[in-house]
């Protein structure tokens, strides 16, 4: 029999080896990637950074930021009415702004704030949201944002991450009905997702009803290692608005708000539509991404009308526009492991104002008006090298140039034209070590610079006779050294940070030596401080069957923020925000698909609501339950209970400079009562 011949088949033949070829393509999305890619590059980030994905956001009501992201430390979520939440504040940033201040908000990487810095909630459709990535402080240079605060990019999904019809139906206390179907469509190069948001509440302080409705796709289409994503966005928002209440008043009946407000009927009513673009290309050890943006607001909002702010009744219209452009390479410099980013991120808004009186709840006559153009061209850069194999050094820097323009249409009112131009310039560099001791733990610290300019809600003020005047306003800027580390060990995960912000010029609202309110005001010298800890616990594995598990998720944030040296306030402490933040869950998850939880937020000391120091925001700690069932086969149903001893608290406070003038003030907003939820969804 010859050789190499089986004799169970004669025409087998002895299997001949062959050199090994590799075919590389596509290793996944570059504008979406999946969670496991975004951890990794945030892994070897020798920052303050972390990363949460959507699954905590559907065990409970899951209608805010709140609900999505609930155990980030130095974030701090505030709720205006105990609804919709208004203040999003990471280290202090936007204390006394009315929106979203100081921090920016970026979808795939691509910003979605005004012009001027603002952004709002309203404008995000959070069930379209795979992962959030938070960069607390300076480290938001990553994504070459002007702010203090730091940024949260929100990662979407793409049409292959999710079933093709998921339906999802919840209902709560105060009348919180929502509505949500979402879909997932891909063939080969092709994906769609599309989002469909139906939110109802009547509300849990009087006149704060809410009605909103947000509509979201992405279309994805890749060649190759190139891909392009088209993004479309649609909200509209009906919102009343209650007054806050005294300290007095909120203890009494926190439910309650002042006549006022119903009888002129304070509102808030807007369209909101986002056009996006993303293009990205993927070579062995580089990437280009380059992006273009549209954002179209109109707005109409009926708010107080007296002698004190004559200004009752805002219309206006605004378009957004924004590119990007970054590069990444991943190529070894020197012989050693090295990952440098290069971006550029032009932004441009144009907005009309036009002011009203506010006759009894209608729109009365024109009484103010303004043209504002705003424009941000920052350059940045970043280089992480490996030094050793466990020792990287991080280098980069940010070079912007800002302009702000504001035309008077109304100059008659000022006694002059009140027309403004300002530039400004900035060059804020970085510097920073990460030192990997195993391979799932490493500790850093940095050291950078960071530049905010003033927004028109800050440069904006009112004349004796009720117009708006222009205040020449600096940017705030800031030192910050910062120092942390992280990790895994076993059962255990932890993240901590201590930072230190040397701040000059802060943006504040505040009165003169004789008491006397200035608007805002450029504050010489501030000192932000604080230490940021989470970990996550696996306390018991196989508790009571095989695979469940017994998890405690916790996270503390400690808050020292104050004035340095002040003439009118010392070194007092500055208002808006808890010192001393706690929040944990120790939830239970069974492998079936069970879990059940119970969970506690508490701001453990007293905070100050006035820049004197005269008038503080209690202390509080709330509780809450949540359990649920999620079927292998597509379905799920999950109970929450909120605030279950029915707690009196603020959940925000509005900062003034001094208690002690006039009587006493309405500052506090009050948190929502004990509310019960409920939810069922359908995947197929």
């Known amino acids: 029999m010859p050789s190499g011949v089986s004799a169970q088949n004669p025409s087998a033949q002895t299997p001949i080896e062959l050199p090994g070829i590799v075919v590389t393509g596509p290793t996944g999305s570059a504008i979406s990637p999946d969670v496991q890619t975004a951890k990794q590059l945030l892994d070897i980030y020798p920052g303050s950074t972390s990363l949460v994905t959507s699954k905590d956001f559907n065990l409970g009501r899951g209608g805010y930021l709140e609900d999505y992201i609930r155990f980030t430390p130095g974030l701090f979520i505030q709720s205006a009415q105990a609804s919709e939440d208004v203040r999003v504040s990471i280290r202090g940033s936007g204390i006394d702004a009315d929106a979203v201040a100081g921090l920016a908000l970026l979808i795939d990487g691509m910003p979605i704030n005004q012009g001027d810095g603002e952004a709002y909630l309203w404008d995000v459709d959070l069930n379209s949201v795979k992962y959030a990535e938070v960069f607390r402080g300076s480290d938001a240079l990553h994504y070459g944002s002007i702010t203090l605060g730091g940024a949260i990019n929100l990662v979407t999904f793409t049409g292959g991450d999710v079933p093709p019809l998921t339906m999802r139906l919840s209902v709560g206390s105060y009348g919180f009905t929502e509505q949500r179907i979402t879909s997932g469509w891909s063939n080969g190069p092709v994906d769609i997702y599309a989002s469909i948001l139906n939110h109802v509440l009547e509300g849990f302080q009087d006149w704060?009803?809410?009605?909103?409705?947000?509509?979201?796709?992405?279309?994805?289409?890749?060649?190759?290692?190139?891909?392009?994503?088209?993004?479309?966005?649609?909200?509209?928002?009906?919102?009343?608005?209650?007054?806050?209440?005294?300290?007095?008043?909120?203890?009494?009946?926190?439910?309650?708000?002042?006549?006022?407000?119903?009888?002129e009927k304070?509102?808030?009513?807007?369209?909101?539509?986002?056009?996006?673009?993303?293009?990205?290309?993927?070579?062995?050890?580089?990437?280009?991404?380059?992006?273009?943006?549209?954002?179209?607001?109109?707005?109409?909002?009926?708010?107080?009308?007296?002698?004190?702010?004559?200004?009752?009744?805002?219309?206006?219209?605004?378009?957004?526009?924004?590119?990007?452009?970054?590069?990444?390479?991943?190529?070894?410099?020197?012989?050693?492991?090295?990952?440098?980013?290069?971006?550029?991120l032009p932004t441009l808004e144009t907005e009309h104002d036009a002011w009203y009186a506010n006759t009894n709840g209608t729109i009365g006559p024109l009484l103010s008006g303004d043209r504002t153009l705003a424009s941000n061209l920052p350059i940045y850069m970043e280089n992480q090298h490996w030094i050793t194999e466990r020792l990287s050094l991080l280098t980069g820097f940010q070079a912007v140039f800002v302009q702000r323009e504001y035309h008077d249409s109304f100059p008659g009112l000022t006694g002059g034209n009140d027309s403004a131009n300002e530039n400004f310039y900035a060059f804020n560099p970085k510097l920073g070590f990460a030192y990997d001791w195993n391979e799932k733990s490493k500790v850093y610290i940095n050291f950078s610079r960071s530049f905010q300019p003033p927004s028109f809600d800050e440069s904006l003020g009112l004349s004796d006779s009720g117009g708006e005047i222009f205040n020449y306003l600096e940017p705030q800027t800031g030192w910050t050294l910062e120092m942390g580390i992280r990790g895994e060990y076993g059962p255990v995960s932890w993240d901590l940070a201590i930072y230190r912000s040397w701040i000059r010029d802060e943006l504040l609202s505040l009165n003169n030596n004789m008491g006397v309110p200035v608007g805002t005001?450029?504050?010489?010298?501030?000192?932000?401080?604080?230490?940021?800890?989470?970990a996550e616990i696996t306390i018991a594995h196989s508790l009571l069957s095989h695979g469940d598990n017994l998890v405690l998720q916790q996270s503390y944030t400690l808050n020292a923020f104050h004035f340095r040296n002040n003439s009118t306030y010392g070194n007092n402490q500055i208002a808006g925000i808890p010192s001393q933040f706690y929040k944990a869950e120790l939830r239970y998850e069974h492998p079936s698909g069970f879990y059940a939880g119970a969970n506690v937020q508490w701001n453990i000391t007293k905070y100050p609501v006035d820049m004197a120091n005269t008038l503080y925001a209690n202390p509080y700690a709330i509780m809450g339950v949540r359990t649920g069932y999620k079927s292998a086969k597509g379905w799920a149903i999950f109970l929450e209970a909120a605030n279950l001893m029915n707690k009196t608290y603020a959940a925000m406070v509005q900062p003034i400079a001094d208690a002690r003038t006039g009587g006493p003030p309405n500052v506090f907003n009050p948190g929502s009562g004990r509310a019960f939820y409920g939810g069922v969804s359908w995947a197929w």
């Open 266 to 344: 304070w509102n808030t009513s807007w369209d909101y539509y986002r056009f996006i673009d993303r293009f990205a290309v993927k070579g062995d050890q580089w990437e280009l991404q380059v992006g273009a943006y549209w954002n179209y607001r109109q707005q109409t909002q009926l708010q107080e009308y007296d002698p004190d702010t004559p200004l009752g009744t805002q219309r206006y219209y605004s378009n957004d526009f924004g590119a990007g452009i970054t590069f990444t390479s991943t190529a070894d410099l020197l012989g050693a492991r090295n990952r440098f980013v290069i971006g550029f």
């Open 521 to 534: 005001v450029n504050v010489p010298h501030t000192i932000h401080q604080g230490v940021e800890a989470e």
């Open 208 to 263: 704060s009803q809410e009605n909103y409705q947000k509509v979201f796709t992405s279309i994805g289409y890749r060649i190759g290692n190139a891909e392009n994503r088209f993004y479309f966005f649609f909200g509209r928002l009906v919102q009343n608005n209650p007054t806050a209440l005294t300290k007095e008043e909120l203890y009494a009946d926190p439910r309650q708000t002042e006549p006022e407000a119903v009888q």
